[in-house]
């Protein structure tokens, strides 16, 4: 995995994942079928081994897994966000799990996607940062678009959903308009 520096947040850290956030508490999340409803993990089974051997497959890679970390109330390891970083096309695609219920509809997932993309923007200077989700997810395409990012493309009848083909939404944040955004200090940067 490559390594960064924790990254701060008005209310978060962002830190590499390691083994103490390897819990059960975390594999709950990944089984959880509400918390999972969107994502192509409702299709498995997790326990702590495949949750370590995906940490594992970091190892070696230019690819980023960090764990969230609420600070303000204590909440403490609430969700993960990865990148899949293109270091020739200088470009990320990035995921995000808010799996504490606890921690769900605070605008923590949102406050971490932003302090992921300036990471990923300034000090490793991307040119694109990619996101994807199924048309029926209307949280997270509503977290991409308040961060600023624009359509990128649809994939028609990619996927089931709940026994429904349903399109795959593609979205996308370039340099130049993250640091349009982040000089005007617009409110699309505010947690």
Same mark, same amino acid.
């Given at each position: 995995m490559a390594r960064s520096p924790d990254i701060r947040t008005s209310r978060l850290l962002i830190t590499p994942f390691c083994e103490r956030h390897l819990t059960p508490r975390?594999?709950?999340? $990944?089984?959880?079928?509400?918390? #999972?409803?969107y994502s192509e993990q409702r299709h498995r089974k997790h326990d702590l081994e495949s949750c370590r051997s995906y940490q594992e497959s970091f190892e070696g890679t230019p690819n980023y897994f960090w764990a969230i970390?609420? #600070?303000?109330?204590? $909440?403490g390891h609430i969700?993960?966000?990865?990148?899949y970083v293109s270091e020739k096309n200088l470009l990320a695609d990035i995921g995000i799990l808010i799996g504490a219920k606890e921690a769900?509809?605070?605008?923590?997932?949102?406050?971490?996607?932003?302090?992921?993309?300036?990471? $990923?923007f300034k000090h490793l200077h991307l040119r694109k940062v990619t996101a994807g989700t199924l048309s029926v997810n209307v949280p997270m395409q509503k977290l991409m678009d308040r961060v600023g990012m624009i359509n990128d493309g649809v994939r028609k009848r990619h996927y089931l959903f709940e026994g429904q083909e349903v399109d795959v939404v593609h979205m996308a944040l370039f340099k130049e308009q993250w640091d349009k955004m982040v000089n005007s200090d617009s409110d699309i940067i505010r947690a």
């Open positions: 975390y594999v709950g999340w $990944l089984n959880d079928s509400e918390v #999972m409803r970390e609420e #600070m303000e109330n204590g $909440l969700g993960n966000i990865n990148a769900q509809n605070k605008r923590y997932g949102r406050e971490a996607w932003t302090g992921v993309c300036n990471y $990923l």
